[in-house]
């Protein structure tokens, strides 16, 4: 790969008594993105910009929704939350969990608040008071222009419950518990589209943990029960949560694919990654594990597609309903409670979180779904206190994504300098990973009716790195809008009445009718530029 280099030129002249005269010429020659519009990898699915609502720590209660405050109208919701949800353009929003669904129970949380049952919460060790559940998330969802999706208990939950669930939502009248959605005072049905058939049934730590064959019997008795139910439902399995070295994630993945390959639409994988060595180039560098997990998953779908009996229904995607940076709450102390999972974001975590949006996008043909874990104070984009709120470093590259990421992601070729890592976890209790030949430039990009966005990350802490845009087939034409997402180091965060990192439009790139633009990009920043492309 040609990366930096400098020519040398000897200019030899042989005078009289043998006289040599040498002159050198040197030049560096720029990083290079090449970019044909006719390399298509996939459609970029709207719901890759999704997020995750659980009951754990603050998300729901003191987050999305808090009775008897200031902030919260008349329903208990958190305007100033919603504003800021609203403005992040959430895709699809995944619900009630995670660790707690597996011990909850839907039937709980509908009905007359006041009647409803508090229970104890054992997954993170708090209460639950149940008065927040099915009808009040699927308002919220609509109020913030999300697409619900529900996650059934698999745990110590039954198939008949996860059927009832169904149809309480999505059947308009006549059987038992739809009737019931009428008398709550919801005449019509919800729709709801998406059901994971339960949460990280590899892992050890689920209330009702099973293994590949238990869990794979139970869930496509549930997905047949569900599925004649609401025969247009997308069912998503629970695949790889444990990375631990004792475990075998692609063992369970191999199980669950071939057993489910004619009933499942999606495989769920979930990644957290941390940098608790505080090792700025290894932790910039784990989006490449994710999309390296992703290239052995893919392979395996690709496999089981052969043989499988789907009829009309479209091949099995991956959907990355689970992914960020975790590890500064994940004390004993920080991990139960009203305050748990609570990260306070810098800015190389956003940076890691604009690598796996890349990631999302580069692989745009298998990965047709992602929610980043959560939405409101526990690991997540929003943090509030009872007084007000502020947008965390992470909020602002998902914010960018959401809204100009669309269209067909190209196939980008990407000429930089690049990196070796250490052996390192990529997060706590996961398996060690080293990473050769990362490039500082982390580059993705859609093309939607000839409009071009290209993101790229810089994942050098110290250099602007100069950098050619080259169009292959087409040319660039008019103003090119640009975005930068940066602070003053890679440490630097946010704070209630304090952002220092933030997305900031910076002076457009005119240009005419040419097939180069020359752009240097910030040391630690999140750049995107957005224009048109002419094709030829």
């Known amino acids: 790969m040609i990366t930096k280099y400098k020519i040398r030129i000897a200019l030899c002249l042989i005078l009289t008594g043998g006289l040599i005269l040498s002159a050198f010429i040197a030049e560096s020659q ?28 603050r998300c729901v209660y003191g987050g999305i929704y808090e009775e008897g405050s200031t902030l919260s ?33 839907w039937k709980d949380g509908i009905g007359p608040k006041d009647q409803r049952p508090p229970r104890m919460e054992l997954a993170w060790e708090r209460l639950e008071t149940n008065r927040f559940g099915t009808d009040e998330f699927v308002n919220y969802a609509r109020r913030m222009n999300t697409e619900p999706y529900f996650s059934v208990n698999m745990g110590t939950g039954s198939i008949e419950e996860a ?10 009248g006549g059987p038992y518990y739809a009737e019931l959605r009428k008398k709550n005072g919801f005449s019509e049905p919800y729709n709801i589209k998406y059901w994971s058939l ?13 293994n590949a064959e238990d869990y794979s019997k139970k869930a496509l008795e549930a997905a047949k029960l569900m599925r004649l139910t609401s025969p247009d439902i997308k069912l998503i399995a629970a695949g790889s949560s444990n990375y ?9 993945n191999a199980k669950i694919l071939h057993e489910l390959r004619d009933v499942i639409d999606y495989l769920a994988l979930h990644m957290y990654v941390g940098n608790p060595d505080d090792n700025y180039y290894n932790f910039v560098s ?70 796996f949006l890349n990631a999302f996008i580069r692989n745009a043909d298998i990965v047709k779904m992602a929610n980043m874990a959560q939405l409101v104070n526990v690991i997540a984009p929003i943090f509030t206190n009872d007084k007000g ?20 992601a190209l196939n980008l070729q990407v000429d930089c300098e690049t990196y070796n890592t250490e052996k390192f976890f ?21 093309c939607n009716n000839n409009e071009l966005t290209l993101c790229v990350v810089n994942r050098n802490k110290e250099k602007a790195i100069p950098t050619d845009l080259i169009s292959q087939e087409g040319l660039f034409n008019g103003d090119f809008e640009v975005y930068e997402v940066n602070g003053p180091d890679i440490k630097a965060g946010n704070d209630f009445g304090k952002t220092v990192v933030e997305t900031i439009k910076k002076p457009s790139i005119k240009v005419k009718k040419t097939n180069k633009i020359s752009y240097s990009f910030a040391p630690h920043s999140i750049t995107m530029i957005k224009g048109s492309i002419e094709k030829l």
């Open 30 to 57: 720029n990083a290079r993105i090449k970019i044909d519009i006719d390399r298509k990898i996939g459609d970029v699915d709207k719901n890759l910009f999704g997020n995750f609502v659980e009951h754990l720590g």
């Open 73 to 105: 109208d008349e329903n208990g919701v958190r305007l100033d939350v919603l504003d800021a949800v609203k403005d992040l353009n959430v895709s699809i929003t995944r619900y009630p969990g995670g660790n707690f669904v597996s011990n909850y129970h």
């Open 163 to 172: 059927q009832q669930w169904v149809e309480y939502c999505n059947v308009k």
């Open 198 to 210: 339960g949460n990280e049934m590899d892992g050890f730590w689920q209330m009702g943990h099973l």
């Open 244 to 252: 631990r070295p004792e475990a075998d994630p692609n063992e369970w």
């Open 286 to 355: 784990t989006p490449r594990v994710l999309e390296e997990r992703t290239r052995v998953v893919k392979g395996m779908i690709d496999r089981e597609m052969q043989n499988a009996k789907r009829g009309n229904r479209p091949p099995i995607y991956i959907a990355w309903d689970e992914y960020n940076i975790w590890y500064r709450a994940r004390a004993e102390k920080s991990m139960a409670g009203t305050r748990a999972l609570e990260e306070h974001y810098n800015l190389e975590d956003a940076l890691v979180i604009s690598g």
């Open 389 to 408: 709120m502020f947008k965390q470093t992470i909020y602002y590259p998902m914010q960018l994504f959401a809204k100009n990421m669309h269209g067909t």
């Open 426 to 446: 990529i997060g706590l209790g996961e398996s060690t990973t080293q990473q050769k030949n990362v490039p500082f430039l982390d580059v993705s990009a859609t």
